[in-house]
């Protein structure tokens, strides 16, 4: 299975070396002279027109690359590979080395080879410009301007124009990699899409700044040359101007809501905004045509599978089983999952509470682990926000709600994590920012007292504001009236409390448990395409895309060609456009929804069984369904993890200090908290002074 992998995954950067190898020949003389020619004419045929050569060069690769991405993301799992100990391969140097992380003004911390494949980017963004200047400055001089009636800075200005729209189109067509959630590619980089939703917001950037230059250029060219009425024009069977203009404007209501200081003081703002990515996708299909967009489309089309079936998870109820409420204004969530859901630690969900927000959908990092807790998800909510306040008003009242309704997306994460190849992990939390490191807990917990294998130590820096926030720490074990033992895992905690010189003693409530009344019709969280999810993801994507082909071409034959015979100057573009789109629209929506109904029937014997399970919850505890049978456990911790927990109060962690005192031949570092902590975490480990501390990055971007 291992060498099916690697030829699996060889074959994938192939097919992606060569997609890049297309985006840089495109602006040459020589690939638009003579190779496209050449293409064109052993491609074009009466059943896909010139659409077809532009899909066969630009699409199909992407859509390959996927399809070998979900086997090989399949397989992988099957292997299970993170659980075999003869996979614990220390890092080399060079490959350490370009972990590195490093802090860049504007780009935040990114590791060296994040910023050499960004700075491999903007060299092709480069190329690609100065080349397509370079081709189409060498047919402009005074005869052919003259010709047109202008001079030869305005046709030089109309090539810049265009060019910047080519640019841009070369930047939209990796625009939508990143916020494809359940994405089989970037899985199978490494990557996940919490963790690149950076990439997207530097992407965005640059093809609205670009495409906002080409619109602004082109103004200008039409006002000194008197063609202002090229404005308003749509035509039947050339670029349509006016589409151009209306994708521009809602592009730029998107662009001007992302800017962090608007996104974070007006996030609804910035969230309903950019919902008009569909008008201006649409419009700019309509602007190019479809033919062209074709070289656009794989990442688009990814996406939109994802979303659908997103949409699809998220239109039923899922099992609220019991909250634990904590005194700090935490609360964390347990629902009921089946067993075929697996995720990684450091996994994200998002969460929707139609009765605080129909429209608002939240990530947060789940708590539990899926090896640990089989038929358990666990996500802990620190309210911060008025969504966040909301819920812990409506679950920490005395007359508190006996069942909640809430919907989820999801889970997300990792296909695998490289936790266990350290010697150490130093996890270092701000605030609420002990989360993920709460699912590692729990995870090397299962390693070490089921499997029996050996895991890491753990030194856990956690700094708080408060001594209520030191009850996060009580989360670091499951809510479960059997405690767990790590008696073989080897953990310290070092907690700050930052703004108070001593304990203090007060009347506050001890952590409490809700137990819920959950509604028959919830269901448990369960694999939106079941166990064999990537295998699902990788026939939609077939399946969708083969259909969307044959009723394509069917159209093109039958309907368009009669009319246009493959000249593209009768038969409106702009209607050719909307027919595609609304092709690729059904076929997505059909092939995803059979295998969600499919697999949906094979969930339900999951959830009949684990609802059959729920019926012994205590439904006549104390105080209106606050239940306390874990109150020994969640009052006081087991004694092992206080006798793990030094608590200081009135500093902040010497963090250089005590990453240096660290000996061990392989330190991992996670760090999840404010900014500055970040930054000062990454700093440490890029100094160079300590070559055993490797910098784990986790990301928490949305």
């Known amino acids: 299975m291992m060498m099916l992998m ?22 040459t003389y020589v690939f ?24 066969l060069l630009y699409t199909l690769p992407v859509l390959i690359m996927a399809v070998l991405g979900s086997v090989y993301l399949h397989l992988r799992k099957k292997a299970n590979q993170n659980r075999d100990e003869g996979d614990k391969e ?33 060299a092709l963004i480069v190329w690609s410009f100065t080349t397509y200047l370079h081709v189409s400055f060498a047919g402009i001089n005074h005869k052919t301007a003259a010709k047109k009636g202008e001079e030869v800075w305005q046709s030089k200005l109309s090539s810049v124009a265009l060019r910047f729209g080519l ?13 494809t959630r359940g994405s089989s590619i970037l899985s199978l980089f490494g990557l996940t899409s919490e963790a690149s939703i950076k990439y997207h917001i530097w992407l965005g950037h640059i093809v609205m700044t670009l495409f906002t230059s080409h619109g602004v250029c082109y103004i200008i060219y039409w006002v000194v040359t008197k063609q202002t009425s090229e404005m308003v024009k749509w035509a039947k069977t050339d670029i349509s101007n006016v589409a151009g203009e209306l994708a521009l404007v ?61 949409f699809l998870q998220s239109k039923g109820n899922v099992r609220l089983v019991s909250s634990r409420v904590l005194p700090c204004e935490t609360l964390e969530l347990n629902f009921s999952k089946s067993r075929g859901l697996n995720y990684t630690p450091t996994s994200i969900i998002f969460i929707n509470i139609p009765s605080i927000s129909k429209a608002q959908w939240h990530p947060f990092t789940i708590t539990s682990s899926s090896n640990l807790e089989p038929e358990k998800l666990s996500v802990m909510i620190k309210s911060e926000g008025s969504w966040s306040r909301k819920l812990y008003q409506m679950l920490s009242s005395p007359n508190s709600i006996d069942r909640l309704n809430v919907c989820v997306e999801g889970p997300y994460g990792p296909i695998a994590t490289n936790f266990l190849r350290h ?29 029996k294998c050996k895991a890491p130590k753990i030194l856990l820096i956690s700094a708080f504001k408060d001594s209520s926030d030191l009850t996060m720490l009580e989360l670091l074990l499951p809510s479960s009236s059997a405690p767990i033992e790590f008696s073989k895992l080897d953990l310290q905690i070092e907690a700050y409390v930052t703004r108070e010189k001593q304990p203090v003693t007060n009347d506050k409530k001890p952590v409490s448990t809700i137990w819920l009344k959950p509604n028959p019709s919830d269901a448990p969280i369960t694999p939106v395409l079941g166990q064999n999810g990537w295998l699902w993801l990788g026939a939609i994507i077939v399946s969708s895309f083969v259909v969307f082909l044959v009723s394509m071409g069917l159209l093109t034959r039958f309907y368009i060609y009669p009319i246009d015979k493959n000249t593209n100057k009768v038969y409106s573009l702009g209607s050719r456009a909307a027919l595609n789109m609304l092709l690729i629209c059904v076929s997505i929506m059909v092939t995803c929804y059979m295998g969600f109904w499919w697999n949906k029937k094979r969930n339900a014997m999951d959830s009949k069984q684990i609802q059959n399970m729920e019926g012994a919850t205590p439904v006549n505890s104390p105080n209106s369904w606050f239940y306390n049978a874990d109150r020994e456990l969640e009052s006081m911790p087991q004694q092992s993890l206080y006798q793990s927990t030094n608590v200081h109060f009135g500093e902040r962690p010497d963090l250089k200090r005590i990453m240096f005192e660290q000996k061990e031949s392989s330190v ?15 700093n440490i480990c890029s100094s160079g002074l300590a070559s055993n501390l490797h910098f784990e990055s986790i990301s928490f971007s949305w």
Not at 32 to 55: N, S
Not at 98 to 117: N, Q, T, Y
Not at 170 to 177: D, P, S
Not at 673 to 681: A, D, I, L, S
Request: proline share 4%; aromatic share 16%; charged share 15%.
């Open 6 to 27: 690697k030829m699996i995954k060889g074959l994938a950067m192939m097919v992606f070396i060569g997609y890049l190898f297309l985006w840089v020949i495109t602006p």
């Open 32 to 55: 638009k002279q003579k190779w496209i020619l050449r293409v064109r004419a052993h491609t074009t045929t009466t059943y896909f027109g010139t659409q077809g050569p532009t899909m």
């Open 90 to 122: 220390a890092t080399s140097d060079n490959l350490s080395i370009w972990r590195r992380p490093m802090i860049i003004k504007g780009l935040g911390i990114v590791s060296i080879i994040e910023l050499a494949f960004f700075v491999m980017f903007i």
């Open 167 to 179: 640019i841009g189109n070369l930047c939209l067509a990796f625009l939508f990699f990143p916020v």
């Open 250 to 310: 809602a592009g730029l209501i998107m662009w001007a809501t992302t800017f962090p200081r608007i996104r974070r003081k007006m996030f609804e703002v910035f969230f309903y905004t950019h919902h008009l990515y569909i008008l201006f996708v649409v419009f700019f299909v309509f602007h190019v045509g479809i033919a062209y967009a074709s070289m656009m489309l794989p990442g688009f089309y990814l996406f939109m599978i994802d979303r659908f079936l997103r």
């Open 423 to 451: 010697d150490l992990l130093v996890m270092v939390s701000g605030g609420s920012g002990i989360t993920p490191f709460i699912s590692i807990f729990r995870e090397l917990v299962y390693i070490t007292e089921t499997l």
């Open 668 to 682: 991992g570092v996670l760090v999840c908290g404010p900014k500055k902590m970040r930054h000062e975490v990454a």
